[in-house]
């Protein structure tokens, strides 16, 4: 079945300084849907962005992702990071048009900024 | 506004006893989805619906059933809780057709069986 992996469970970075958390996924569908949540603590999953298309840069709230088909990576970026984005976050990916709805969620990426 | 509600947002039981976990929705959103979270295991799908009267099975359905009597509300049931089910459990909804297979959470609910 379909699978996402986020390599680094915690990532502790300095206040300004950039941010990149990895995914990468496995699919037999040809034209999936990536995304990222974000969760804040005691809050539920948001999505932050999204993409089905290849090679297109996707920003929203100063993060930015590039759907990469052909190394099937997602990865999430940011140029200086700010304490209030501490909080985990999930990379998913739904099949697309095949099979309609269904997001396969990473184990999450727990980012903390420090001041 | 939109939105997903969850009741409870907490739960303590009994092993052996009977839990049901209540989502309703206003979005109008046709499939709808029970997801548990642990930490080092991520969000993880348990029972998902397609609209009012279905039910399939998600990735971890073992221990638990689910209900859809209408279009806003999904239930989820742990016949017999153990344990092993301590955990978070987030209810979703979303519409393919509506937005790009997003998903809009609840506020979860925290379920402590001992």
């Known amino acids: 079945g379909d699978s996402v992996t986020q390599t680094e469970g915690l990532v502790t970075l300095t206040e300004g300084l950039p941010v990149m958390l990895n995914c990468t996924y496995q699919t037999i569908y040809s034209n999936p849907f990536l995304f990222w949540y974000v969760q804040h603590l005691n809050e539920s999953p948001r999505l932050l962005l999204k993409s089905f298309t290849d090679n297109k840069r996707t920003e929203h709230q100063g993060f930015h992702a590039t759907l990469h088909k052909s190394s099937s990576s997602f990865h999430l970026q940011k140029s200086s990071a700010q304490l209030s984005d501490s909080a985990l976050y999930y990379c998913a990916l739904s099949p697309g048009t095949q099979v309609v709805g269904q997001l396969t969620f990473g184990r999450g990426t727990r980012l903390q900024v420090y001041a | 506004e939109a939105a997903v509600t969850q009741s409870p947002r907490n739960k303590v039981a009994v092993t052996g006893g009977k839990v049901t976990l209540s989502c309703n929705q206003t979005n109008n959103h046709n499939n709808m989805y029970w997801y548990r979270q642990d930490t080092g295991h991520g969000l993880r799908l348990i029972h998902y619906?397609?609209?009012?009267?279905?039910?399939e099975k998600g990735d971890i359905p073992d221990g638990y059933k689910a209900s859809r009597p209408s279009q806003e509300n999904f239930s989820l049931i742990l016949e017999l809780a153990t344990p092993s089910q301590t955990s978070v459990y987030f209810c979703?909804?979303?519409?393919?057709?509506?937005?790009?297979?997003?998903?809009?959470f609840g506020p979860g609910t925290r379920l402590t069986v001992l």
């Open positions: 979703a909804s979303g519409d393919p057709g509506q937005d790009s297979y997003e998903q809009y």
């Open positions: 619906s397609y609209g009012a009267g279905s039910t």
